[in-house]
């Protein structure tokens, strides 16, 4: 097989990288270069900006694909340029869209490809299916043969999933932990969610990959494994080797207290419960199988982060920001019980 990914080198799509390769894929990766270092040998590197169609339809010239995947697109005008670039290039343009996509609040927790598509709350889920719709519009009158896949919350061992964290990352979430301080889990800790190990994710997305049966479809991939965000946490704690101290919030006042884009990433997302049936990858791709197990994966992705310190960033302003909503909290409880 022959691909082309745009992007290449982030948690969900260095995974299908390591993984092709081992399968002897012939490997394109279009990227600008800027995070090429821990790249596996084998890989054929085309550096130059997406964005700059000029240059990118030069290196393409003479350069057919049996597949070819962006990672790294997120409004429809970045698929109009894919459709220019890429039509009669493939035999198939997968797409990473995003399960954030699906409608939100949801009428049944239960979660399929049929479930509607519809996000209020995140401008990000907007526009993942403004995409979507762009794409499938060519496919159905252009004959572009199109894939969608949707992630939910995949992780690996470079950072922490959580779901209350800075814009720095989540290891100051772990930091407060191994310094016994609380930690904030946004509303009781008992929605239900799914974490998903990227080398699973890449299973699934490999078994789409030159899948006739794949083109004009969308499809999620995610583990089957449904935990709670209180078992989240709890996981982490025990891979830290601490006592969780967690202090439980509202969504909706963690939203209205601070800078992040938490009525998105929150509202529109992680304090929603969401249970992923995986009938149709698995109808698709028969022997895929999410075979990490959530607390596994998370030994494994905090002893990564402990021994390589670079992945230790600090984030004080969150921290502050911590520190103030959990006296908050407590002050209103003193105040109310005097």
């Given at each position: 097989?022959?691909?082309?990914?745009?992007?290449?080198?982030?948690?969900?799509?260095?995974?299908?990288?390591?993984?092709?390769?081992?399968?002897?894929?012939?490997?394109?990766?279009?990227?600008?270069?800027?995070?090429?270092?821990?790249?596996?040998?084998?890989?054929?590197?085309?550096?130059?900006?997406?964005?700059?169609?000029?240059?990118?339809?030069?290196?393409?010239?003479?350069?057919?694909?049996?597949?070819?995947?962006?990672?790294?697109?997120?409004?429809?005008?970045?698929?109009?340029?894919?459709?220019?670039?890429?039509?009669?290039?493939?035999?198939?343009?997968?797409?990473?869209?995003?399960?954030?996509?699906?409608?939100?609040?949801?009428?049944?927790?239960?979660?399929?490809?049929?479930?509607?598509?519809?996000?209020?709350?995140?401008?990000?889920?907007?526009?993942?299916?403004?995409?979507?719709?762009?794409?499938?519009?060519?496919?159905?009158?252009?004959?572009?043969?199109?894939?969608?896949?949707?992630?939910?919350?995949?992780?690996?061992?470079?950072?922490?999933?959580?779901?209350?964290?800075?814009?720095?990352?989540?290891?100051?979430?772990?930091?407060?932990?191994?310094?016994?301080?609380?930690?904030?889990?946004?509303?009781?800790?008992?929605?239900?969610?799914?974490?998903?190990?990227?080398?699973?994710?890449?299973?699934?997305?490999?078994?789409?990959m030159g899948n006739i049966h794949a083109i004009g479809e969308s499809v999620h991939i995610t583990s089957d494994e449904t935990v709670t965000?209180?078992?989240?946490?709890?996981?982490?704690?025990?891979?830290?080797?601490v006592k969780l101290k967690a202090v439980h919030v509202s969504s909706d006042?963690?939203?209205?207290?601070?800078?992040?884009?938490?009525?998105?990433?929150?509202?529109?997302?992680?304090?929603?419960?969401?249970?992923?049936?995986?009938?149709?990858?698995?109808?698709?791709?028969?022997?895929?199988?999410?075979?990490?197990?959530?607390?596994?994966?998370?030994?494994?992705?905090?002893?990564?982060?402990?021994?390589?310190?670079?992945?230790?960033?600090?984030?004080?302003?969150?921290?502050?920001?911590?520190?103030?909503?959990?006296?908050?909290?407590?002050?209103?409880?003193?105040?109310?019980?005097?």
């Open positions: 097989m022959k691909a082309l990914f745009i992007g290449g080198t982030g948690t969900i799509s260095s995974a299908i990288t390591k993984q092709l390769l081992v399968k002897g894929c012939e490997l394109y990766l279009l990227n600008r270069g800027t995070r090429n270092e821990d790249l596996p040998a084998g890989v054929n590197i085309m550096k130059a900006d997406i964005n700059d169609e000029d240059q990118v339809s030069k290196l393409i010239e003479n350069l057919e694909f049996d597949v070819v995947a962006d990672f790294i697109a997120f409004e429809p005008a970045q698929l109009e340029r894919d459709y220019r670039l890429f039509k009669g290039k493939t035999k198939q343009f997968m797409f990473i869209s995003s399960a954030s996509a699906y409608q939100t609040p949801l009428s049944d927790y239960r979660i399929t490809e049929g479930t509607p598509l519809s996000n209020p709350y995140w401008e990000y889920s907007r526009n993942k299916i403004a995409c979507e719709e762009y794409l499938m519009r060519k496919y159905r009158e252009n004959g572009f043969p199109i894939t969608i896949v949707r992630p939910s919350h995949t992780y690996s061992e470079r950072s922490i999933p959580l779901g209350v964290h800075g814009s720095k990352g989540t290891w100051q979430v772990a930091k407060r932990m191994l310094e016994n301080k609380p930690v904030i889990i946004h509303g009781d800790g008992t929605s239900l969610w799914t974490m998903t190990h990227n080398s699973d994710f890449a299973k699934g997305f490999i078994g789409l965000w209180n078992q989240i946490y709890g996981v982490i704690a025990d891979a830290l080797g006042f963690l939203a209205a207290c601070s800078k992040e884009d938490y009525r998105g990433g929150l509202l529109g997302d992680k304090a929603n419960s969401v249970v992923f049936d995986n009938s149709k990858l698995k109808r698709l791709v028969p022997e895929f199988v999410a075979s990490t197990r959530f607390d596994q994966g998370i030994r494994q992705t905090i002893a990564y982060i402990l021994a390589h310190p670079e992945h230790q960033t600090e984030d004080k302003e969150f921290d502050s920001w911590c520190d103030k909503v959990i006296y908050a909290l407590d002050d209103a409880l003193r105040k109310i019980t005097e």
